[in-house]
């Protein structure tokens, strides 16, 4: 039972373009969302997070938005950058676990 | 600050034999967890353990075994490997357990079960 899904394999986005990475889920226990990012031969490294109460959080190029109604959040991207090129999990967890439960990944190119 | 190391980098088993990966946590950080990642999907929850006590286990047989020592590193054992156990397996540490508390990867190890 995949309780976190990502349904894009993968992303093409031009460099200098917006890039939209989706995520849904399906457990409404989950109360806090995170987004890593992941290069080959590495271990995922953390990006940004939201919380259940906010339905926006933003860092720099990277703004994550969730909709709770519709268990749906997204991670935005502007200007995307070829050193974005990477996998991004999408992974959520209750607030009294640490718990990750992860989707099966997106992997972004950015073409110059 | 030194991140999360592992070791090995990289395994190779055969059937029915066992496994013993290590995993340094950064420091200060107290709590370490355990996820499997195979090939195409994403990282799988195996075990989590705070101030050497199993706090959180995933869905993985008892074959699946961990600890954590005094110094908060912590090693995962594996008895009797299958080829189903060929896979990435990372250690993430964080502050604590519980909560929102970020968790932080190493690289991995990668085994590979013949």
């Known amino acids: 039972d995949q309780q976190v899904k990502q349904n894009s394999p993968s992303l093409s986005v031009q460099e200098g373009r917006i890039s939209i990475l989706n995520c849904d889920y399906t457990?409404?226990?989950?109360?806090?969302f995170l987004w890593y990012k992941k290069y080959p031969a590495e271990g995922p490294t953390f990006l940004i997070s939201i919380s259940s109460i906010k339905d926006k959080n933003e860092d720099g190029r990277f703004t994550v938005f969730l909709n709770k109604s519709a268990k749906h959040l997204s991670l935005h991207i502007v200007p995307s950058q070829p050193g974005d090129s990477a996998v991004y999990f999408c992974a959520a967890l209750t607030g009294t676990a640490s718990k990750l439960t992860f989707g099966t990944g997106t992997r972004l190119q950015v073409t110059l | 600050d030194a991140g999360v190391t592992q070791s090995p980098t990289h395994l190779i088993k055969t059937r029915g034999q066992h496994v013993t990966l290590r995993c340094s946590p950064i420091?200060?950080?107290?709590?370490v967890s355990w996820y499997q990642q195979v090939l195409g999907q994403g990282p799988q929850f195996i075990f989590q353990y705070y101030e050497k006590e199993e706090r959180g286990r995933g869905n993985f047989p008892d074959r699946f075994s961990a600890r954590q020592f005094p110094n908060y590193s912590s090693e995962l054992n594996v008895n009797a490997l299958l080829l189903g156990d060929s896979a990435l397996y990372l250690c993430a540490s964080s502050l604590w357990w519980g909560g929102t508390d970020t968790q932080y990867f190493g690289p991995g190890t990668r085994l590979t079960v013949l």
């Open positions: 457990n409404s226990m989950f109360d806090y």
């Open positions: 420091s200060g950080h107290k709590s």
